[in-house]
């Protein structure tokens, strides 16, 4: 089982932290502390395996960890799970951030630590692996993500509607169907006022991929 | 439209942290990742804070707006301020203020809201805490949703914080959604039915039936859902496990599949296809084919083909190899797959990439137990990465190192363990100082081999070994008689070059101490002649007190070896007289008691001096009475307490008798410094080489310490006696005085008091007088005990006898339920 989940800076900041295991909110500082303490005097060409933390990974557990240009991400984790194993599941999770983020930097999970959690949650639930394959997780995460924006601000305009719906409109109408937003997209579709609109959904329906905002 | 908050910033700050795609340009686009405006201006300014208290005061600004926000009723931005909170809380600053405000959010129809309200729930809310069971509601309500994203959400808090309550309400619901047919839905409700089996275990039987039914499925998500979900059930219960030994041989078709199967784009990685599946199918199998023959010859050739087929060179394939490895090792596999697999671990051992030495040690770790030889074909290599530079390879090949000492290599493993000692990073040196000490007593090829290699350790690490280091010592030093001579010349050699490691001083003034003839004598044949002269001796110890640098208790151990010398030596004495009477004001009370009492024994009783002096017998190994005050309180510890109707009356351990305390009536008056606590690096010293006569000389001084309050007998039986005497210190505080003694014919030894009063009371036992009753009444112990009886409940006191009369060993138990000088206080 996977304990904690633990990204900070080569500084120490924290920029997510994860515990699948109640902890009081001082012991998690002290934790990240502890845990930096330990990774950051670590040579970058050692081994990505760590024994004898006082507060988490000691006895049974170990720290398994990988350093990327800015960041460190350390998984605790007990016997239970493979090293080697949850050594790719870092390199896996790290791959779908940069796929979500295209080409993810260290601003990217500051300032979008929610979505960070999100994404985690896909490869991660209550300590255990979840899903490994990198598309269907990026998959799911853009569908909720698209759905959770189609509802935040029903009056915005509807040109930020029509840039979130991309591959399959037909999968993202019967998503919210049970929304309130259902209704209020095909109020629009149905405006012969906002017919730009309709127009725009159908076009991005065509793209392949993410649009960019053009402008 | 390029609103991204750090477009500003230079990209060579904050490189990408991963890059599959460098020719990207960097213009930050997040169609996908729309930014909450909000919470971005928050972190923006939190950010901007050049000071630790500027970012508190920003915070606490943040915190006050949002506190204010959640106590209005819906206001469109509850999610923002949710999800402010949460970065707040990740930076360390009290978040728990909106815990209900997680338990609100969860509960509102829209999407968003949820998600970010079960996101809050799980990093601020314990299970333990009520409104987690607020939640259990809207959990219950949200698993039944139409929209799978919803549901999902659901089961995810539930894996996380689900309490054995919860679990228990909802496992039904979970057992339905894995018989889905939506295998989103199904790969989370089968990892959530692992948290409810380890919450609740008896449920497992709820699951075991749509976990079978789960490895049919081709969703490879689902299929290591199901997995995980069976290993759980496995482990927790043996019928279960013996139930799913029947899929064996469904997990190796599965397991063939993604051997043998061509490539897939979807699954693969690095060329192997799905390594966390097949990861985890080994592991399950290990379960399964563990002490089970027949399942372990379903699954052999399966393994044989994996343990050659998969590539080697990255390191998902040795990820595969790796769990093959092991399972070949703990299942009953064929001698040819075992040897194969041990091969593979050699091949690791060899393998330039750190992680995989580390994990083939690891490995080799969890099977030196049952193949020893097969690992110690290896030690070559294992030693040698005892001087990589890595501290977890040095950890796992100390582990190893140790484990791979034997009678026939303990010489040359121990050249190579003393190096590492030399050398090792300070969180490893206890652990292998005492596997160095616990070697060394196993297998010490002599004794003189054992002395040396403890004395290295301490020469090279003594700072990080345990406290019974020395006592143990020093008993292998008494019980090696010849080497008396080499050992304290070699000690005290050592004690010249450094005299800030405290154990070895301790030991090196000990055996000055005690051989100190034998140093000055200077002919021993197996070191180089030194001829130490008295001074040089006595100037030793004396650098010793006065350092700095010395511990309490390293002085106690000097200042005794000081003088234990003045019978050793023969012209300095005057000397030592001085030193001991310097120490007699010294601020160390501890210290100063013990000089007090060495100068009472010059002055009042120095025809005794050379008896209470005399050279320690050889100790036997943790008899009481022997060993310094410590083990003794231990060894009582240990005596179940059963004995005396366990519970009801807490048996409290007696001080141990010490007869360091015996040396204290010499000074007769002085009643305060009667309570010495047990000092357990000078109890060694004076314990016990003279106690008889020694208690012989106080017997006559003690009725005049006795208190007048009546004193009546409590005990009589086999010509020991017990009285007991009370004394009010106060409304609630009483002292007993309980006297022992004996009017038989022979001496009782060992003899101790324990005492045990109803749980209200509290019970401070001093230390006895003594463990010594000669035979026909001669002398007596002492105990003093101090009760406080704040509730004033009946008092009621249980005293345990031990003693040993003519090396047989007695007990009996006495009641007391009434105090004389005590009018009926309790009642």
Redesign the interface.
Known sequence: MIKSILIFNNHGK?????F?Q?FA??M??QI?RETFHLVSK??D????????GSLIGGSDDKLIYRH????YFVFCVDS?E????I???IQ?F??T??K?????????L??????V??IL?EVV?????????M??IVA?V????R???S??SPSATLKDHA??LTSNITVFIS??????IAAHISDVASDPNRSDVAVDVVETTDQSE????S? | MSTTPHAHIPTHIHPPIYSLTHTHTHTRTHTAMSPSVPLQEMIRAIRSARTQCEERGVIQRECAAIRAQFRQADNGGRSHNLAKLLYVHMLGYPAHFGQMECVRMIASPRYSEKRVGYLGAMMLLDEKQDASLLITNSIKNDLAHSNQYVQSLALCTLACMGSAEMCRDLAPEIDRLLRASNSYIKKKAALCAVHIVRKVHELGELFAPAARSLLSEKNHGVLHGAVVLIIELCERNPETLERFRKTVPDLVQIMKGLVLSGYSPEHDVSGISDPFLQVRILRLLRILGRNNEGASDAMNDLLAQVATNTDSTKTVGNAVLYETVLTVLDIKSESGLRVLAVNILGRFLLNNDRNIRYIAMTSLQKIVGTDHNAVQRHRGTIVDCLKDQDASVKRRSLELSLALVSASNIRSMMKELLLFLSSCPPELRSHAASGIFNAAERYAPSQRWHIDTMLHVLITAGGDVRDETVPNLIQLITNASELHCYTVHKLYRALLTDISQQSLVQVACWCIGEYGDLLLRGDCQETEPVQVTEDDALDALETVLQSHMSSPATRGFALTATMKLSTRITDNVDRIRSIVSIYGSCIDVELQQRAVEYNALFKKYDHMRAAVLERMPVIEKNSPGHTNGEFTGEAIRDIPTAKIKQGELPLLPQQPANQVCDLLDLLGGSEETLQPSPAPGLSINAASTAGGDLLDLLGGLEPALLAPAPTVPVYEKGGVTLTLSCEKQSDTGLTVTLTASNSTDSDISSFTLQAAVPKSVQLHMKAPSGDYLPARGTAKVIQMVVLNNPNKVNLKMRVRISYTRQASAFQDTVQIDSFPGLDAAGH
Not at chain 1, 14 to 18: F, V
Not at chain 1, 142 to 145: A, D, G, I, K, S
Not at chain 1, 175 to 180: F, G, M, N, P, T
């Open positions: 924290p920029r997510l932290i994860r699948y109640y909110e001082e998690q500082q990240i670590r040579d060409n050692v081994c990505n395996f760590l024994e004898g990327y240009a800015t960041l239970s493979s090293e080697l194993g050594l790719d599941l896996v790290v791959e951030l940069d979500c983020f295209e080409n993810v930097c260290e601003l990217d500051i300032f979008h630590m929610d979505k959690h999100y949650q639930m209550g300590g255990m692996v979840l899903e490994t394959n598309n269907e799911q853009e569908l909720q993500n759905m959770e924006k509802e935040v840039s979130v998503l919210v169907a049970d929304l309130r993410l649009s960019r905002p402008s």
